[in-house]
């Protein structure tokens, strides 16, 4: 799945609708097919697409240098060039959202999504709208502009994009043919004065994507992502690339919920980040730093001796001192997700601590509300977008480093909201974990690779073999 939608229309129904300067020179029954992209897309086909694109051997500048400020076109540019090859003999031509002539757009896409009835084009008619005036917060431009109109789809608002028009210039729809009708979602004068000054005025902040909207949205990162300059957006993708996330926490928040035995001797104020490791990590900054670790003149056997606590562990070993020195003068102390007191009691309870840094939440086996101490099964910690497909690998104490006293942490969303929902995810994490399916509750959007999985849910001593193919 692309998480592409397509739209039919007429040529002749877009000219219909527009200035001269802006008509389309083909028979009016002509074919065109509006593409649009979903809220999911970002952060499934693009973001595999572009993994894919990063060489082993290449620094993330190299590679953010290499394919400039936007990568959105030139996956879009590239998909189109791949359709109009596979569709060949047959004729196509295409219309990129991005593409202008003489300082106009080659395309109206706001016109084609409302006449293929995808999405309502809402104007900015003068009577409904007169806030003629943009404020940068120190003056008021002198010219009065006009407005831009905003489109807005049925089920997703503003959460989606238009991305390109593939004209069939040899092939025509019938005189009987009728587009469908876009809905109107704001049926009011005043919700839609309140959208195109949101997208006018506060396009940065992305609440005009929200009006109308019913179905899915853009996640965090995708917002962030389009509401700051393309120059910037480079830095948010960072992860995609690294594997990591993480969240601040207090010690007082942690030590709250973590029972007598296993409290963090700090003061309650000071600041703690919980790391963990995302799916994309595995075959990206793993694969990279373990290749890179094998001389050629070792054997496949040898160099697998030289990691006897795993290769995972040892990549975090190496990984974190680095992120402490390069944080100095800061002090910082670290607890890794494997470390154990004298009497195997673990030094800190990761779920617990992900949980209160609103990471995943933590669900309690349901028998401890009620008591029953016949039956001791572990919890299970739920990302609310990779839902088990995820591992904290560690977390960074700062004694040095005091949060304000109105700091309040994030909360992960309770993504199980019954009883019997979270019994079955607990029950799958502690009877049945080498199957990986307790890692699906909760509908995750990104999961781990089919080699990843088999890695994680194989013993220790089999897991060499199932990437031995990275080496040869």
């Given amino acids: 799945m692309l998480h592409l939608t397509v739209n039919t229309f007429t040529v002749g129904s877009y000219n219909a609708l527009v200035d001269e300067a802006y008509r389309l020179h083909y028979d009016p029954n002509t074919l065109a097919v509006l593409v649009l992209n979903t809220p999911t897309f970002f952060d499934t086909t693009f973001k595999k697409w572009l993994q894919a694109q990063k060489r082993e051997d290449e620094e993330y500048s190299q590679f953010v240098e290499r394919f400039g400020c936007n990568p959105l076109n030139t996956f879009f540019t590239e998909r189109f060039r791949k359709l ?72 997703y608002g503003g959460h989606f994009a238009f991305r390109g028009v593939v004209i069939f210039p040899d092939t025509y729809l ?71 996330q993480s969240f601040l926490c207090t010690v007082s928040t942690y030590n709250e919920l973590a029972g007598s035995l296993f409290q963090l001797e700090y003061p309650g104020d000071t600041m703690g980040v919980i790391l963990l490791n995302t799916p994309s990590f595995f075959e990206t900054t793993f694969k990279r730093w373990l290749c890179s670790k094998k001389s050629p003149y070792e054997t496949f056997e040898e160099f697998a001796k030289k990691f006897p606590s795993g290769p995972v562990q040892e990549f975090f070993n190496e990984m974190m001192p680095k992120v402490q020195e390069a944080l100095k003068p800061v002090d910082s102390t670290v607890i890794y997700d494997y470390e154990l007191h004298p009497n195997r009691r673990p030094k800190i309870l990761m779920t617990i601590c992900g949980h209160v840094a609103g990471a995943a939440f933590y669900y309690h086996p349901p028998e401890e509300a009620l008591e029953c101490l016949f039956q001791k099964r572990a919890g299970v910690s739920l990302h609310p977008k990779y839902g088990g497909y995820f591992a904290y690998r560690a977390v960074l104490i700062f004694p040095e480093v005091i949060l304000p006293p109105d700091f309040k942490e994030q909360r992960a969303p309770m993504l199980l909201t019954t009883i019997e929902k979270q019994d079955e995810a607990v029950r799958l994490y502690n009877d049945h974990w080498w199957e990986g399916k307790f890692r699906d509750c909760g509908d995750p959007v990104e999961k781990y690779s089919p080699l990843q999985l088999k890695y994680f849910s194989s013993l220790p001593k089999d897991r060499w073999d199932i990437i031995k193919h990275w080496f040869y």
Avoid at 217 to 239: C, G, H, M, N, T
Wanted: charged share 25%; proline share 6%.
């Fill in 84 to 155: 109009k090859k596979e569709l060949s003999p047959l004729k196509c031509d295409v219309f990129h959202d991005y593409e202008f002539c003489d300082g106009k757009p080659r395309i109206l896409m706001g016109t084609c999504g409302h006449v293929s009835g995808v999405a309502y084009f809402y104007h900015s008619r003068p009577e409904i709208n007169n806030n003629n005036y943009i404020t940068d917060g120190v003056k008021v431009a002198v010219a009065p502009i006009r407005p831009m109109g905003l489109s807005l789809h049925s089920k």
């Fill in 174 to 244: 019938p005189e009987t043919f009728c587009e469908m009708k876009p809905k109107m979602v704001l049926d009011t004068d005043e919700k839609q004065r309140e959208a195109i000054e949101l997208f006018n005025l506060h396009w940065q902040d992305g609440r005009f994507r929200d009006c109308g909207c019913s179905g899915e949205k853009y996640s965090d990162l995708q917002l962030a992502f389009y509401s700051i300059p393309p120059v910037e957006r480079w830095a948010l993708l960072k992860s995609w690339f690294f594997g990591y």
